[in-house]
């Protein structure tokens, strides 16, 4: 039995190439800020209008979430990084900010893919 996730929508940014994630109405760039997705159907949907915005961003496509202590995270280790990053150094890029998502993004364990990930390499 599969377990069931939140999913949240994540991009690149065309132009920078900053990880952003979609956040109701635009891209934000704090996985904090995320819309959290429990129905596909409205997941579906948002990924649809984030592939038209082939201006703004590339490379969308839905990860799983799941609770990871004291806040949520994706179930990802590479997402989880994606949220954190750069992660050269942990005063500079998303980390530095600290706060409580990313303590959560830092917490979290274990190396599961990201299904919505895993078919976006299927459709390659």
């Given at each position: 039995?599969?377990?069931?996730?939140?999913?949240?929508?994540?991009?690149?940014?065309?132009?920078?190439?900053?990880?952003?994630?979609?956040?109701?109405?635009?891209?934000?760039?704090?996985?904090?800020d995320?819309e959290?997705?429990?129905?596909?159907?409205?997941?579906?949907?948002?990924?649809?209008?984030?592939?038209?915005?082939?201006?703004?961003?590339?490379d969308?496509?839905?990860?799983?979430?799941?609770?990871?202590?004291?806040?949520?995270?994706?179930?990802?280790?590479?997402?989880?990084?994606?949220?954190l990053?750069?992660?050269?150094e942990?005063?500079?890029?998303?980390?530095?900010?600290?706060?409580?998502?990313?303590?959560?993004?830092?917490?979290?364990?274990?190396?599961?893919?990201s299904?919505?990930?895993?078919?976006?390499?299927r459709?390659k």
């Amino acid at each position: 039995m599969s377990a069931t996730y939140l999913k949240a929508l994540t991009a690149n940014l065309l132009a920078e190439g900053d990880v952003v994630f979609w956040a109701r109405d635009h891209w934000a760039e704090q996985f904090a800020d995320a819309e959290l997705f429990s129905d596909s159907a409205a997941a579906e949907a948002a990924l649809a209008v984030a592939k038209a915005q082939v201006r703004v961003v590339v490379d969308a496509y839905l990860i799983d979430v799941a609770e990871a202590g004291s806040g949520l995270a994706p179930v990802s280790y590479r997402e989880r990084l994606r949220a954190l990053g750069p992660t050269n150094e942990l005063t500079h890029g998303k980390q530095a900010i600290g706060g409580a998502a990313i303590a959560a993004l830092s917490a979290a364990a274990g190396a599961a893919r990201s299904t919505g990930r895993l078919d976006l390499i299927r459709r390659k």
